[in-house]
């Protein structure tokens, strides 16, 4: 039998693992986080976007190319076996830039996490309802989900009127038919944040008895982290109405910030629903960097994602925090796109056959999937 080199073994098993992209990391950076996570669809992204499909838009009247622009910024949740990923799809509108084109949110279901099949049209959109003063033209936009133990889906999403993002609730029964149940915050304290910028909640999940993850109930209230530049904390009783967590003095508290000298010296943005584990509370954030106070091998303005422990007990309670992002743009298309810096932008994270699942928003353009190794 003919010997491989090294070179030779190491190259090949960087084909096997799914292209030349690196050999993924064998180990994590602290004990309690989740992962290490590799790249396994063969360097390509899982979707992108469509210059032909069709649909009849409301706010216009007219037949739109709904995600002809780009299809970004996942959400993913496992039902009937199967995993649904919850995208955000831009239509092109006028001018290119950032927050000029209307969003919408558009289905891709996979059965073994590899190969997703799209929905023709837009699931969740900007309607003729009770929630145009706020969606209208702009859209909804970076979607998170959680199911809760009674089977209830739980959508929380920015509503993007152009004018103020607002973070907002919708409801569903079987993923289909929703209700939307406007902004988090419009009945806390007669709308004291509802005119003020916010977006990204994401709720604390666990895994339960049957390895699905719900809502989880911590001192009887569920909690999400949320906003950027820094993250805020809020909790509910009815996963609807929320009451963001705020000081003795009635001002809002961020549970993380921004630190200069690592690589989220810019902003820190909520990512996924967070995981309640044994070591506390995992939350998995999107880090920007400012080079110039951060890490300069980085650049300005470039997305990584970052994770955070806090106490399982007092969600407002940092206890650790990862020094290094655990991933990073490195692919072309998580490089190159709209957003010219470079994203890997995390939003939805799953446990599917034994194993994590996230999936990841590409320099606002594509969507990318990891995955941990089988976990049992």
């Given at each position: 039998?003919?010997?491989?080199?090294?070179?030779?073994?190491?190259?090949?098993?960087?084909?096997?693992?799914g292209?030349?992209?690196?050999?993924?990391?064998?180990?994590?950076e602290?004990?309690?986080?989740?992962?290490?996570?590799?790249?396994?669809?063969?360097g390509?992204?899982?979707?992108s976007?469509?210059?032909?499909?069709?649909?009849?838009d409301?706010?216009s009247?007219?037949?739109?190319?709904?995600?002809?622009?780009a299809?970004?910024?996942?959400a993913?949740?496992?039902?009937?076996g199967?995993?649904?990923?919850?995208?955000?799809?831009?239509?092109?509108?006028?001018?290119?830039?950032?927050?000029?084109?209307?969003?919408?949110?558009?289905?891709a279901?996979?059965?073994?996490?590899?190969?997703?099949?799209r929905?023709?049209?837009?699931?969740?959109?900007?309607?003729?309802?009770?929630?145009k003063?706020?969606?209208?033209t702009?859209?909804?936009?970076?979607?998170r989900?959680?199911?809760?133990?009674?089977?209830?889906?739980?959508?929380t999403?920015?509503?993007?009127?152009?004018?103020?993002?607002?973070?907002a609730?919708?409801?569903?029964?079987?993923?289909?038919?929703?209700?939307?149940?406007?902004?988090?915050?419009?009945?806390?304290?007669?709308?004291?944040?509802?005119?003020?910028?916010?977006?990204?909640?994401?709720?604390?999940?666990k895994?339960?008895?049957?390895g699905?993850?719900?809502?989880?109930?911590?001192d009887?209230?569920?909690?999400?982290?949320?906003?950027?530049?820094?993250?805020?904390?809020?909790?509910?009783?009815?996963?609807?109405?929320?009451?963001?967590v705020?000081?003795?003095?009635?001002?809002?508290?961020?549970?993380?910030?921004?630190?200069?000298?690592y690589f989220?010296?810019?902003?820190?943005?909520?990512?996924?629903?967070?995981?309640?584990?044994?070591?506390?509370i995992?939350?998995?954030?999107?880090?920007?960097?400012?080079?110039?106070?951060?890490?300069?091998?980085l650049?300005?303005?470039?997305?990584?994602?970052?994770?955070?422990?806090f106490?399982?007990?007092?969600?407002?309670?940092?206890?650790?925090?990862?020094?290094?992002?655990?991933?990073?743009?490195?692919?072309?298309?998580?490089?190159?796109?709209?957003?010219?810096?470079g994203?890997t932008f995390?939003?939805?994270?799953?446990?599917?056959?034994?194993?994590?699942?996230?999936?990841?928003?590409?320099?606002?353009?594509m969507?990318?999937?990891?995955?941990?190794?089988?976990?049992?």
């Amino acid at each position: 039998m003919k010997k491989i080199s090294f070179l030779g073994a190491t190259l090949l098993y960087v084909l096997f693992m799914g292209g030349m992209q690196g050999i993924a990391q064998e180990t994590k950076e602290k004990e309690w986080m989740l992962g290490p996570f590799q790249r396994f669809t063969q360097g390509k992204p899982i979707i992108s976007k469509d210059t032909l499909s069709t649909f009849n838009d409301p706010m216009s009247g007219k037949e739109v190319r709904w995600e002809s622009m780009a299809t970004f910024n996942p959400a993913a949740i496992v039902k009937d076996g199967k995993i649904n990923v919850f995208y955000r799809a831009e239509e092109r509108v006028g001018e290119d830039g950032i927050g000029t084109h209307t969003s919408r949110l558009g289905l891709a279901i996979s059965e073994d996490g590899v190969k997703y099949t799209r929905k023709e049209k837009p699931v969740f959109y900007p309607d003729n309802d009770d929630q145009k003063k706020y969606e209208w033209t702009g859209g909804t936009e970076d979607p998170r989900i959680i199911e809760t133990e009674d089977g209830t889906y739980v959508l929380t999403y920015t509503q993007w009127n152009r004018d103020t993002p607002r973070l907002a609730v919708a409801t569903s029964k079987d993923l289909k038919n929703w209700e939307k149940h406007g902004p988090a915050f419009e009945e806390y304290k007669d709308g004291k944040y509802n005119d003020m910028h916010t977006k990204s909640g994401a709720i604390v999940s666990k895994l339960n008895e049957d390895g699905k993850l719900v809502a989880a109930k911590i001192d009887g209230k569920y909690w999400m982290y949320y906003g950027v530049p820094h993250i805020w904390l809020a909790s509910s009783t009815d996963l609807v109405n929320w009451e963001p967590v705020e000081d003795y003095e009635g001002n809002l508290t961020p549970v993380l910030n921004p630190r200069p000298g690592y690589f989220d010296s810019w902003l820190v943005e909520a990512g996924p629903p967070p995981i309640l584990t044994e070591d506390g509370i995992v939350v998995l954030y999107n880090a920007g960097n400012s080079k110039n106070i951060g890490v300069k091998e980085l650049g300005n303005r470039i997305y990584t994602g970052g994770q955070a422990l806090f106490d399982a007990n007092e969600p407002w309670k940092l206890l650790d925090r990862a020094d290094k992002p655990f991933i990073k743009p490195e692919l072309p298309f998580e490089k190159s796109g709209q957003y010219k810096d470079g994203t890997t932008f995390i939003e939805g994270l799953v446990y599917f056959n034994d194993a994590w699942y996230l999936y990841y928003g590409t320099a606002d353009s594509m969507v990318g999937v990891v995955k941990s190794k089988p976990c049992k």
